[in-house]
């Protein structure tokens, strides 16, 4: 896929005047250089089907239990061993090898991002195609907020999730809208990070809004990742010919 169409003009003394790049930025992105991401989302073998579907069965049989039993849990983690899961010892070490294989997949062509100064001393990420949500949000470096159409998205504790988790071993900030009305529910958040083995930053986002009656309006999520330094970068222009004249 061809970005170029995508790039503003930018005048050459942009450059020369460059702000310095919030900390929460820093190490992920260069102010208004393009860089290339995918949207995507973790999958792991499909031979994990069959253990998962002896867990929901199980689960059906007794969901407060398993209901209560997975509120203990690690988010995003594998529930410990219990023999009310349905499985055996063996099969549940069978399924934590299945998961460890587990692996990124792109759901959508590339897309873009860029990190560019706005109005009132903010910063946005501007993104294209899929991710172009979060081009409505704008990051405020002296308050340590999130400004989105909805509200203020305040900072929550640091990230730093370990090697079994969905997406893997990786470290970040986090930032969260939670409102509650007459009209319904609404909830947002937006964590920036990096893996901590492995060449890749990542934007996890998700907005969800429900309705007074539990019907569900919104629910949009993105989990997108990108190559760090100058290999997920996007030239500019034409590479300098090598050509000896």
Do not use: C
């Amino acid at each position: 896929m061809k970005f170029r169409a995508f790039l503003p003009v930018l005048p050459i003394v942009a450059a020369l005047h460059a702000a310095e790049v919030p900390k929460v930025f820093s190490g992920l992105f260069e102010q208004d250089v393009p860089v290339r991401a995918q949207n995507g989302m973790v999958v792991p073998p499909p031979e994990i089907d069959k253990y998962v579907a002896k867990v929901e069965k199980a689960a059906s049989k007794d969901p407060d239990w398993f209901n209560d039993y997975s509120a203990k849990a690690k988010p995003g983690e594998p529930l410990p061993y219990h023999e009310k899961l349905g499985i055996t010892q063996e099969e549940y070490n069978e399924y934590l090898k299945l998961w460890a294989k587990r692996e990124f997949k792109p759901v959508s062509d590339d897309l873009m991002l860029m990190l560019r100064k706005s109005s009132g001393d903010t910063w946005t990420l501007t993104a294209t195609g899929a991710a172009s949500a979060i081009s409505t949000l704008r990051y405020d470096p002296k308050k340590d907020v999130f400004l989105s159409p909805n509200g203020e998205m305040k900072r929550l504790e640091d990230i730093k999730a370990d090697s079994e988790s969905t997406l893997g071993s990786w470290t970040g900030s986090e930032w969260r809208f939670e409102e509650e009305t007459s009209l319904g529910k609404t909830k947002e958040n937006i964590a920036l990070g990096k893996y901590t083995d492995k060449p890749y930053g990542l934007i996890i986002y998700r907005v969800q809004e429900v309705s007074s009656e539990g019907t569900l309006l919104i629910d949009k999520s993105l989990v997108l990742r990108f190559a760090l330094g100058k290999a997920g970068q996007i030239p500019m222009g034409p590479e300098p010919s090598t050509k000896k004249h």
